[in-house]
């Protein structure tokens, strides 16, 4: 184990870094513009996916209304969560603790805990949620989601183990939420569809004299 802050990190983690880190400030400068901009834009892509996901549940029952309607409740529960995680871990960058060149160009500040990763928590919420509103659509954005959660690795500021428990808790947070919130919301849409029309009174006709 290596020592971390206020807890241990698993030496083969702190390996894998130093491993990727050193093989991202030897890369070809293109490769490190990509994958410093895929850090970023990967969650912007992601977002669009469950866009396009979402609209394509707006046209069928209220079930798939719901889901449409409830579809960026599981990225934000999982951000919220990942936030908090943070708190409690206080695991400090390895960009700070590790003496190795980084292609981020600055590490986060101190306090700007490491574990886990939100842009791996928020990239994994937004793929699964995807998946579970549309197949084709997840099947593009789960291998986006992987590529997010390496990049921060790659550009130096997380562990391997930050962002892989960032993506496996975004996961479970969208599988969890996702049919939790869904199934109420349905029944409310469903119901709204189901109740009458308000009566519209009509004036009285006159007799004829």
Same mark, same amino acid.
């Given at each position: ?5 206020? &807890?241990?990190?698993?030496? &083969? ?13 030897? #890369? ?7 994958? @410093? ?8 892509? *992601? ?33 919220? +969560? ?19 060149? &980084? ?7 101190? +306090?700007?805990? #490491? ?6 928590t928020i990239a994994g919420a937004l793929a699964v949620t995807t998946l579970l509103?549309?197949?084709? *659509? @997840? ?24 962002? &892989?428990?960032?993506?496996?808790? @975004? ?39």
């Open positions: 184990m290596v020592d971390n802050g206020s &807890i241990d990190v698993p030496e &083969i983690s702190a390996e894998w870094y130093s491993d990727v880190v050193d093989a991202a400030a030897g #890369s070809p400068e293109p490769v490190q513009w990509f994958v @410093g901009h895929a850090t970023e834009g990967v969650i912007l892509l *992601l977002g669009a996916l469950l866009v396009m996901a979402a609209l394509s549940r707006r046209s069928g029952g209220p079930h798939d209304r719901a889901l449409a309607l409830i579809a960026p409740v599981p990225a934000l529960l999982a951000y919220v +969560g990942s936030e908090f995680l943070k708190t409690v871990v206080d695991q400090d960058r390895p960009c700070r603790t590790i003496g190795r060149e &980084i292609i981020a160009g600055a590490c986060p500040p101190p +306090g700007d805990w #490491s574990f886990p990763s939100n842009h791996a509103l549309s197949r084709r *659509l @997840g099947l593009v954005a789960l291998p986006l989601a992987a590529l997010g959660a390496f990049s921060r690795v790659f550009v130096g500021v997380h562990y391997p183990h930050d962002v &892989i428990a960032g993506v496996l808790f @975004g996961a479970l947070v969208a599988v969890v939420v996702t049919p939790l919130l869904a199934r109420p919301t349905g029944e409310v849409l469903r119901r709204r569809a189901n109740r009458p029309d308000s009566p519209v009174p009509k004036l009285a006709s006159r007799s004829r004299p």
